[in-house]
């Protein structure tokens, strides 16, 4: 018997989440075909914000890929988006002219952004913050363009705004209220997040009405009904969604405000369903992901014919990060005459909660800053919990007495995952039933952390909980790359059990998918062979361009040249070089760094070679996952407060390590005394002189990832330093992820177990002798390219067309 | 009617296999590669990235070219950039005679 045809128009979250939900209740029952206008698989539009902002890729917040698509035998169109829907002979017709016949067909066709109706919103550089597509306009924008201006201080009007900020914007907020997020937040805590964001640089007009856009074709500013304008080149329209139902109602489906649904999420026309921000349920239209999400359980079971509880609308708790504040909210914001409010304020930390409770039941919170008890309050919430023998509040407990971590005493229908619904009992139990062992295992199975993320720490704490003992935290698995399933312990196991020598060996035995590898797995793997290997043959072409040339790559395709200036400490003839080279060579730019030393950048590549030559100076590495810079301050030789010679030992340390790959960057600074003006806090191995002594810090950081570092020896003499940190380095480079920074490799594995490996001496012994033998295979390799011609005409010289003659 | 000529630009043999090379032909910066398997590609060595920057110096996997600045995927043989990011690169035709690699602009 032929299959039942089952078309879906839209590819996004909530409609490929029911799609999932059919699959796994019945993969066999529908022969599936969906339309996408966006020319994506559906990804992950919460995390939109992040792509704006800069921190992850297009390719990071994919949700469902294409190979999924492939695996679950789906028709996807993308790019293509249905124009007509014939009710009367099942028919859908997409903008192609392609038309597909249904017996069952779902509308997720999502919603778009509401567009002020005022005079001028037709011109150019005008936008709105739903897409892929939406945020590459606005990267686009900020690249020559200086005004931006958000209208709508909601969520995704805050989101913009930040994102449009980090990509060097001036950007204003216009907002109707008189305070952000007012569906969210109550006048405190809104008051607190524009403190906050005002301090971020961003500009508010709040109580300001747009009535006109001003400009010719393209924008130039915006008016407001007081008659006052600013200037705008980007205009962000961001005050709401209205749903996507015009392809519905012409197609004689009723819609109000959305696409009409019971609660089964069938619309009035019988085999036609509509779920989502289309959908409107009850009067509701929702736009958060988990009452989406509910829907699509339902709609799912409804569709294969599963008995299924009926949706009856959600309730649901808020939970967001504006600009790396977290914030929740839940239930009603501001009381009336018979609630009483528990505020907390507290100003020193940045804190504001707020629990309102009507007749000894909460009714709704506020929270500001810190959203721990979040869940705790939400169950109150909707279970309706008598809290009138309940603590309500303890101020200034010592460090150490708060309230055991929940995890234990969480009850099984606590929600952990609240974009998924997914309760602590559900993971428990899908831990136990199917053996799960990581968090992204978790994910597959019950879709838990799945969509913002912010779970994933709590559900990594219920794994720990449930699994007890035979819980690794180090045994996280995540495969290296798309290549290959396999973890980067699992890669460096079978190098080391078969003596595999090199990456193509690896890829070859390993069964990679891809041939030659991707730009992830080829820079890992050169590491990882160089790392068990002491005496590995680099493999340049699987170096990524920075380190394949030994200089850093500019965004114009020039390179720059940061020679070694060893402890930060130079001399006159190498000053007198540098500036000898950066007026023949015209140089654009000359540069103290970060790292105490001095950078030329704009070079040509094929200037490379002779001002290194001219140079006559070492790389200073400032482009490598290796040792950067050893940064020191002046230390007793001239300072009056110094203890000890930081200099002599910043130099000598660098002199030692340089060179030598690790996982990630390895930045280290010298101190010679606790002033510590060489910063050796947020270094990935600080040193700071004490009397009669030094402090050896490990895993600070000052950049991503900001971290105090831990003390992790306090030792007598130079010679102790030197054993401490090769030992620590080696073993950072052999238990450290290809890409992972120090601060987190020692979350990872843990201070104290790093102690007990660098204090069993024999153990501690190995790793200086094998980092010791390793460092022996380094050459320099500007020089190395000065002198060998074939490096040079392979890597640094540029052909030009009259070489052959035709 | 644009004029289509044939430049010689390189020593087929003297190419590095897996390791891109620049080429400047008048105003058009080229980017050449020769694969593992031998074939030789020439694209347009500006990635399709609203940034910029050039392709030459990228990171080569069987027929593709990683963007060396923003890690796009990029297909040798058509530009096409490979999901999920999109844009396509223009590409050259490249032909070999007597060691002698010569592209049609």
Redesign the interface.
């Known amino acids: 018997m032929a299959k039942e045809k089952l078309v879906m128009i839209g590819n996004g979250m909530a409609g490929v989440r029911a799609i999932e939900e059919i699959i796994k209740i019945d993969p066999n029952r529908y022969d599936i075909t969906i339309f996408g206008k966006e020319?994506?698989?559906n990804?992950n539009r919460i995390q939109l914000s992040t792509v704006l902002q800069g921190d992850t890729?297009?390719?990071d917040i994919?949700l469902n890929d294409?190979k999924w698509y492939e695996d679950n035998r789906i028709k996807l169109f993308t790019g293509e988006a249905i124009v007509e829907v014939d009710t009367k002979n099942k028919i859908v017709v997409s903008n192609n002219a392609r038309q597909v016949s249904y017996d069952k067909l779902i509308f997720a066709t999502g919603s778009s952004p509401f567009i002020v109706p005022v005079e001028g919103v037709d011109k150019q550089g005008i936008t709105g913050f739903r897409d892929i597509n939406d945020c590459?306009t606005m990267?686009?924008y900020a690249?020559d363009h200086q005004n931006a201006v958000v209208i709508g201080g909601g969520l995704l009007g805050l989101e913009a705004a930040k994102g449009l900020k980090n990509l060097g914007m001036k950007v204003s907020v216009v907002h109707l209220m008189s305070h952000l997020m007012e569906r969210q937040l109550d006048a405190t805590a809104a008051e607190m997040l524009k403190q906050e964001l005002q301090q971020q640089g961003i500009n508010f007009l709040m109580e300001k009405q747009t009535v006109e856009i001003l400009g010719d074709d393209h924008v130039t500013g915006l008016r407001f009904k007081d008659g006052s304008e600013t200037e705008a080149d980007l205009i962000v329209m961001a005050v709401g969604i209205v749903p996507n139902k015009e392809l519905a109602s012409n197609a004689s489906i009723p819609v109000n405000r959305g696409i009409v649904v019971n609660d089964y999420m069938e619309t009035e026309i019988e085999g036609i369903y509509a779920i989502g921000e289309c959908a409107e349920h009850r009067g509701i239209a929702y736009g958060l992901v988990a009452p989406l999400y509910e829907q699509a359980k339902v709609l799912a079971k409804r569709m294969v014919g599963v008995e299924t509880e009926p949706y009856e609308g959600s309730i649901s708790g808020t939970q967001l990060k504006v600009a790396g504040i977290d914030l929740y909210s839940a239930g009603e914001i501001e009381g009336d005459g018979a609630t009483k409010a528990i505020r907390v304020h507290n100003e020193f930390e940045n804190v504001y909660k707020k629990v309102l409770i009507r007749d000894n039941k909460v009714v709704g919170s506020v929270l500001y800053g810190e959203t721990a008890e979040s869940t705790r309050l939400f169950r109150m919430l909707t279970q309706q919990e008598d809290v009138s023998q309940m603590t309500s509040l303890s101020i200034l407990q010592p460090a150490g007495e708060a309230e055991e971590s929940d995890v234990a005493s969480m009850p099984d229908d606590e929600l952990v995952c609240g974009c998924n619904g997914v309760t602590k009992g559900t993971i428990v139990e899908a831990i136990h039933a199917q053996n799960l062992t990581t968090v992204s295992e978790v994910g597959g199975c019950t879709n838990a952390g799945r969509s913002c993320g912010r779970c994933k720490p709590m559900i990594s704490q219920i794994l720990e909980h449930t699994l007890g003992d035979s819980f690794d935290g180090a045994a996280q698995k995540e495969a290296v790359c798309g290549c290959t399933t396999l973890s980067r312990d699992e890669v460096v196991a079978e190098i080391k059990e078969k003596g595999l020598t090199n990456i193509r060996e690896v890829m070859n035995v390993l069964g990679w998918k891809?041939?030659?590898?991707?730009?992830k797995c080829?820079?890992a793997l050169n590491y990882y062979l160089g790392m068990i290997y002491a005496d590995y043959k680099d493999e340049r072409?699987?170096r990524?361009?920075n380190e394949?040339?030994h200089a850093n790559?500019q965004?114009?395709?020039t390179y720059s040249v940061i020679p070694r200036m060893y402890g930060g400490v130079t001399s006159a003839e190498d000053l007198k070089k540098l500036a000898d080279v950066a007026t023949k060579y015209n140089v654009p730019l000359v540069k103290l760094t970060g790292g105490q030393r001095i950078g030329l950048y704009g070079i040509k590549?094929e200037d490379l070679t002779s001002i290194w030559e001219e140079l006559d100076m070492p790389s200073g590495y400032a482009y490598g996952k290796t040792l950067r810079t050893v940064k020191t301050c002046v230390g007793q030789r001239f300072c009056r407060y110094g203890t000890q010679d930081s200099m002599g030992l910043g130099m000598e340390l660098e002199k030692k390590f340089e060179r030598l790959d690790t996982p990630h960057k390895f930045k280290m600074g010298v101190s010679a005394c606790p002033r510590n003006c060489a910063e050796s806090g947020i270094k990935d191995i600080g040193i700071v002189g004490i009397d009669g002594g030094w402090e050896i810090y490990v895993a600070g950081n000052g950049g991503t990832d900001l971290r105090a570092g831990d003390l992790l020896y306090t030792v007598k003499t130079k010679e102790e330093v030197i054993e401490v940190s090769s030992a620590f380095l080696q073993y950072y480079r052999e238990t450290g992820n290809y890409l992972e920074r120090t601060s987190k490799w020692v979350e990872r594995l843990g201070l104290d177990h790093i102690k007990k490996v660098l204090e069993d001496k024999v153990a501690c012994q190995g790793l200086i002798e094998r980092l010791n033998k390793t460092l022996e295979r380094y050459n320099e390799p500007w020089k190395e390219a000065i002198e060998n011609d074939e490096i040079k005409d392979?890597?640094y010289s540029?052909?030009?067309?009259d070489?052959?003659?035709? | 009617m644009k004029t289509v000529s044939k430049v010689g630009v390189a020593h087929y043999s003297a190419l590095p296999i897996r390791s891109g090379i620049a080429i400047q032909i008048k105003n058009d910066a080229i980017a050449l590669f020769k694969v593992t398997s031998g074939e030789v590609f020439a694209l347009e060595d500006r990635s399709p990235h609203p940034k910029g920057g050039v392709l030459s110096e990228g990171l080569v996997s069987g027929k593709f070219v990683y963007c060396p600045v923003y890690d796009w995927k990029i297909s040798l043989e058509d530009g096409q950039v490979q999901a999920p990011d999109q844009g396509q690169v223009k590409t050259y035709e490249v032909s070999v005679e007597n060691d002698k690699v010569y592209i049609t602009i």
Do not use: F
């Open positions: 020319p994506h698989p990804y890729t297009v390719e994919i294409w590459e990267i686009k690249e891809n041939e030659e590898g991707c730009s080829r820079p072409e699987s990524l361009v394949k040339m790559i965004k114009d395709g590549k392979k890597y540029r052909y030009q067309a070489l052959v003659t035709n």
